[in-house]
């Protein structure tokens, strides 16, 4: 099975068809592992883990333990979503984009100018084979068993994308960020659920559509129900529906 999740409702919501989803008269809940017919791969489960990384990390926690109680052998997590872009002329409003490493940039030691993941004693996690501490890279749909058909999306060019908690809302802090990381894209789940994956032994393949520019923007330089609309693109890409 397949675990299909995103922040928000409205992000769930534009990538999956509502028929796919059983009727929720209150709308979709958080932190419920939800059934989810899909296409080539029969039944699958999709979760609404709510906003920001704390969110992300509990709401996976619980929905991947759900499904273990319940007996639901999953193979795999998909997580879809919005994201900002540092730089609209190379990464667009409304393009798709599959990440290839999320970096959490708030983890490790701060110096008073930055915070160093190697300078801190302790990483977030070890399987004996790696330490985990602020980067993870991420799958492709090729390590899922899929691959993209007909829609111009494609594991070729994997973008990186930095994962916070507080949105960059000044100029100094988005040239700042750029000029360490060199992302293409801030969200603020994504490091959070491919952590909660690999620590599942689950490979996670993310793709997100970008919906603003990181930072301040003018009214041009958003579009969110348009980024909201790209995402329904994802699963018939990947043969899912």
């Known amino acids: 099975m397949i675990l299909l999740c995103a922040a928000t409702p409205d992000e769930l919501l534009a990538a999956v068809p509502a028929s796919l989803l059983p009727h929720e008269p209150a709308g979709l809940p958080l932190l419920k592992p939800l059934p989810l017919r899909l296409g080539t791969t029969g039944q699958g489960v999709a979760c609404v883990t709510g906003v920001g990384p704390i969110n992300a990390a509990l709401g996976m926690g619980i929905v991947l333990a759900q499904c273990a109680a319940a007996g639901q052998r999953l193979r795999a997590v998909i997580h879809v979503g919005l994201?900002?872009?540092?730089?609209?002329?190379?990464?667009?409003?409304?393009?798709?984009?599959?990440v290839g490493e999320e970096i959490w940039p708030e983890y490790g030691l701060h110096d008073g100018r930055q915070v160093v993941a190697q300078a801190f004693g302790f990483p977030q996690w070890s399987d004996g084979k790696r330490e985990v501490r602020d980067r993870l890279n991420l799958a492709t749909a090729a390590d899922l068993g899929l691959k993209w058909r007909g829609s111009g999306l494609t594991d070729e060019q994997p973008v990186r994308s930095l994962t916070v908690a507080g949105v960059s809302a000044s100029v100094q802090r988005v040239q700042h960020l750029r000029q360490l990381y060199g992302a293409a894209l801030e969200n603020m789940e994504g490091f959070a659920v491919a952590y909660a994956a690999a620590r599942a032994g689950l490979p996670c393949l993310e793709v997100r559509s970008v919906s603003n520019k990181v930072g301040p923007r003018a009214a041009h330089e958003k579009d969110f129900p348009g980024a909201l609309r790209q995402l329904a693109r994802i699963l018939p890409a990947l043969n899912l529906v």
């Open 83 to 98: 994201a900002g872009s540092f730089d609209l002329e190379r990464w667009p409003l409304g393009a798709l984009h599959v």
